[in-house]
């Protein structure tokens, strides 16, 4: 499978889990949702690390889409606040991640130059 399919697999349960927690303090079945949930986020994200992404880049985009997804979700579904502050928070960690990335394909590309070097 794609291990950018498996990593937003990853993120799409680990948010639903997070929101059925939630959910669980007025309901308490949504506990199995949420069990569910992790289970099958830890499972897919430890698959999209196998299927080649980094742990720092996988992790990264996993929580800071988690965190920013939960937050819109919560605010839509449970009237939680999402002021203007919290947004521009939630932008600076994504700002973040991505960097991360754009410093791993960097790293990634030093690397095949240098065995290149070293096998010509």
Request: glycine share 10%; hydrophobic share 60%.
């Amino acid at each position: 499978m794609n291990k950018w399919f498996l990593l937003s697999l990853a993120i799409a349960t680990e948010v639903a889990a997070t929101l059925a927690l939630k959910a669980a303090l007025g309901e308490p079945w949504w506990y199995a949702v949420v069990v569910l949930g992790y289970a099958g986020a830890f499972t897919c994200l430890a698959l999209a690390m196998r299927a080649g992404l980094g742990l720092g880049v996988a992790y990264g985009i996993w929580g800071a889409l988690g965190v920013a997804l939960t937050a819109i979700l919560a605010m839509l579904l449970f009237a939680e606040a999402l002021t203007p502050l919290m947004v521009l928070g939630l932008g600076i960690i994504i700002a973040g991640v991505v960097l991360v990335e754009f410093g791993s394909q960097h790293a990634l590309r030093q690397r095949a130059l240098k065995t290149r070097e070293r096998t010509s």
